[in-house]
C-alpha cells in the first residue's frame, strides 16, 4: 500500500527535543523529494522543511531554522524532523508529504501521513 | 517572502451550486522557467490536507472535474461547478515558484447553507 506513516509526536516542555519519524511505503522513495507541514490546532497549514532525493540539500522556514533539522534514511525509507529547543508555537500537528508527481503519461496524486500531534506545553 | 491572500475566508454555498475562491499573491508568481507553481489544496474535517490543483489549472488523479483552477500572474481561483456535501472543508493555495519559504493563503472554509 502506497502510504506515510508518522509518528514521534508527544507533550513536550518548552526547551525539549522530540525526533519525529515518517515512514514510507508503496513508492520508490529514494527518488522523491519530501516536506514537512504543519498545523497549530485551529489553525492554517505552514511549510516547515524540505529535503531532496538524496538528503543532500535542505530547506527550512526562518521560524525553525537552527532549532529543526530534517534527514532521511533512504535504506530504512524513513524521513526524520529532529525538533529542539521547542517553543509553544511549535504546537502543531505535524505532516510529511510527498508531492505528486508525472512519469511520462502517468500522473500520481500527492501523498500525505495522517500526522503526528506536538504538543509544547509546562 | 510572497505573501498569499485568499478571499472569502468563509463560503456558504447550497448544494449544487458554483463556489468560486480567490488567491491572490504579493508578486507574480511566474517562474523563470516559464511554469506558475500555484497549488490548491483540500482539508475536509478531521482529515489530511490534499492537493486538488497543481500548477494553476492541472488537475490532479482523482479529483473530480467540477473542480476547476484558473489564474494567472498574481491572481488566480478555484471554481467548485455544482458544490456536493462532500466538498466541506478548508481550501487552502500554496505558492511553490519562490521559495523558500513556500506559502499557503489563510485558507477559505467551505459550509453547506
Known amino acids: 500500500e502506497v502510504q506515510l506513516v508518522e509518528s514521534g509526536g508527544g507533550l513536550v516542555q518548552p526547551g525539549g527535543s522530540l525526533r519525529l519519524s515518517c515512514a514510507a511505503s508503496?513508492?520508490?522513495?529514494?527518488?522523491?523529494?519530501m516536506n514537512w507541514f504543519r498545523q497549530p490546532p485551529g489553525k492554517g497549514l505552514e511549510w516547515v522543511s524540505t529535503i531532496d532525493h538524496s538528503g543532500t540539500t535542505v530547506y527550512y522556514a526562518d521560524s525553525v531554522k537552527g532549532r529543526f533539522t530534517i534527514s532521511r534514511d533512504n535504506a530504512k525509507n524513513s524521513l526524520y524532523l529532529q525538533v529542539n529547543s521547542l517553543r509553544a508555537e511549535d504546537t502543531a500537528v505535524y505532516y510529511c508529504?510527498?508531492?505528486?508527481?508525472?512519469?511520462?503519461?502517468?500522473?500520481?496524486?500527492?501523498?500525505w501521513g495522517q500526522g503526528t500531534l506536538v504538543t509544547v506545553s509546562s | 517572502d510572497v505573501v498569499m491572500t485568499q478571499s472569502p475566508l468563509s463560503l456558504p454555498v447550497t448544494l449544487g451550486q458554483p463556489a468560486s475562491i480567490s488567491c491572490r499573491s504579493s508578486?507574480?508568481?511566474?517562474?523563470?522557467?516559464?511554469?506558475?507553481?500555484l497549488n490548491w489544496f483540500q482539508q475536509r474535517p478531521g482529515q489530511s490536507p490534499r492537493r486538488l490543483i497543481y500548477k494553476v489549472s492541472n488537475r490532479d488523479p482523482g479529483v473530480p472535474d467540477r473542480f476547476s483552477g484558473s489564474g494567472s500572474g498574481t491572481d488566480f481561483t478555484l471554481k467548485i461547478s455544482r458544490v456536493e456535501a462532500e466538498d466541506v472543508g478548508l481550501y487552502y493555495c500554496m505558492q511553490g515558484s519562490y521559495w523558500p519559504p513556500k506559502t499557503f493563503g489563510q485558507g477559505t472554509k467551505l459550509e453547506i447553507k
Open positions: 508503496g513508492f520508490t522513495f529514494s527518488s522523491h523529494e
Open positions: 508529504e510527498r508531492e505528486g508527481y508525472c512519469s511520462g503519461a502517468t500522473c500520481y496524486p500527492d501523498l
Open positions: 508578486q507574480s508568481l511566474v517562474h523563470s522557467d516559464g511554469n506558475t507553481y
